[in-house]
């Protein structure tokens, strides 16, 4: 199985420098400990993921400060943005990093994101779907059509052109039938969580997606879980506890907000929400020592799971993310490829 980190951390700051410098600082600790990929989100106007509202553009600075590991959007919310600056932006990076580059496409939830293209809203997943298609026939040099500033209709083709001729793409899923069906008729890879789903589930949703699955080459199943490696679990747990429960908190507040309650206003039912922070250190994450992380592993890896992806910025101190990082790289170093 490959280990990979990611980033969605809940609040920008102050400092955004001193976050970036670390963001950078991670990326290339993991490059150096041989992980696998780094994936990088899309998120606008909240403080829960404000830290990346491009993730090209965080992406070019990773591709030159690393050398081997894989840069990954995860994800570019497609129907917000005309699949030709998606294209040219992640040609750029691909260029920069001699072919690391992979994507992940979303159609996105937030009716505040799509302030950036408000007529999108109601048809994101339609949208999205053909902003998808149109994406992989640049990146393989071919053209689309659009009309000019002066009422012309052109052909137009993407430059640069990206170092590997075919983009790994990957469909983010919260496990619904439609979003893993849309990868596998589409030869896609698939990105997917266990914030709204549980091992069984996820199972489930593996197994229709090999089911369905109808690209040219095998598929990859890839996991975002919450990720914190210390050498004992209880300890990892009563690190991870207080930033754990923030993070939620912070998601819940972004969730309200997308749907019209101002911050001042906002109420939260703290059960539930004590609930939710016990079922992610106890069974929905990576959290804790290497031999308790491992079983969570080989238990992924028995549903069909290649791939998770370490959410590792949801808050623990920086020097204590950069000591994880290098345990999960060690923890990799022992388990079967993928």
Known sequence: MDLGIMFFSSVAGDDSALAYDQVLEIARTADAEGLSSVWLPERHFHRFGGLFPNPAVLGAAVAVSTRRIGIRAGSVVTPLHDPLRIAEEWAVVDALSRGRVGVSVATGWSPVDFALGPDRFEHRREVGRQHTEELRALWRGESVRRRTGDGRTVE????????????????????????VRQAAAGGANLLTHLVDQDLSSLGAAVAAYREEYRGEHPGRVSVMLHTYLDEDTDRARRTASEPL???????????????GVPEEDQLFDEELL?????????????????????????QLADLGVDEVA?????????????????????????????
């Open 274 to 298: 004590d609930i939710s922070h016990r079922r992610y250190l106890e069974r929905a994450s990576l959290i804790g020592d290497a031999a308790h992380c491992r079983a969570v592993l080989e």
């Open 156 to 179: 137009l083709s993407v430059l640069p052109r990206p170092h590997r001729p075919e983009l790994p793409l990957w469909v983010t899923s919260s496990g619904s039938r439609e979003s």
């Open 310 to 338: 370490c959410l590792i910025d949801f808050g623990v101190p920086h020097e204590d993310v950069l000591a994880s990082v290098g345990r999960l790289a060690a923890l990799g170093r022992e388990l079967p490829a993928a």
């Open 245 to 259: 429960l923030g993070y939620l908190r912070s998601a819940l507040q972004l969730e309200q907000l997308a749907h």
